[in-house]
């Protein structure tokens, strides 16, 4: 691997404008400001929405990590850790964000999601999603009407990943649910109790 490194967030704005890399590891504590407001602020941006992120930190409370999640992180690593572990995750969300070559278009509701082009549609509409969501979406709309527990979809949709938790499932569909509640379809994605999700248009 090729590492570009910034001990600073603005440091890290500049060399994402020069650079085109296809991962960020990315520290909650730097300079001037957290790595938590970078991140946040690189998802906002059409040019860095799809980067994938590795976040960093020592704090290891699962609130700290769902906050890390939540604002967009594809990964949270707690310090102290080994660097095998390290390349193993850096490994594991490469990998999960190559393109794959599977069906090209599904519809469903009126959502329509284009897999050669990875772009997702509304009633016309696009809807801008993270790589985490747009895969866990192609699972779902690939498996319509199908209920999926958490461990299946941690199965599915994160692969051999075995450091990904439960709990990690529910983030992402909540960032899907809202991502797809701009267009008033957040509804396809239901909750099936005392099993998990599924997407579906029957109610």
């Keep these: 691997m090729r590492v570009l490194e910034a001990g600073h967030a603005d440091d890290a704005r500049r060399l994402l404008t020069a650079e085109a890399p296809d991962l960020l ?15 946040h602020q690189l998802k906002q941006s059409g040019k860095t929405r799809g980067l994938p992120i590795i976040m960093v930190s020592a704090r290891g409370e699962e609130e700290d990590r769902i906050r890390g999640l939540e604002t967009g992180a594809d990964d949270y690593v707690t310090k102290p850790f080994s660097p095998r572990e390290l390349v193993a995750r850096v490994n594991a969300v490469l990998r999960r964000a190559k393109t794959e070559d599977q069906a090209e278009q599904i519809e469903i509701g009126g959502v329509i999601i284009d897999h050669l082009s990875r772009r997702v549609t509304a009633d016309g509409r696009r809807i801008d999603i993270a790589p985490t969501e747009y895969r866990l979406l192609y699972f779902f709309m690939s498996h319509a009407d ?10 599915q949709v994160w692969g051999d990943q075995v450091y990904v938790e439960e709990r990690t499932v529910d983030v992402h569909v909540r960032r899907l649910r809202k991502a797809l509640e701009a267009s008033g379809h957040e509804g396809l994605l239901q909750t099936v109790r005392g099993v998990g999700y599924r997407f579906s248009d029957k109610p």
């Excluded at 590891?25 to 991140?39: F, I, T, V």
């Excluded at 199908?146 to 199965?155: G, P």
Aim: without cysteine; hydrophobic residues 50%; glycine residues 8%.
């Design 146 to 155: 199908r209920a999926f527990s958490r461990s299946q979809l941690l199965d």
């Design 25 to 39: 590891l990315l520290d909650w504590m730097l300079p001037g400001r957290s790595g938590l407001d970078l991140a």
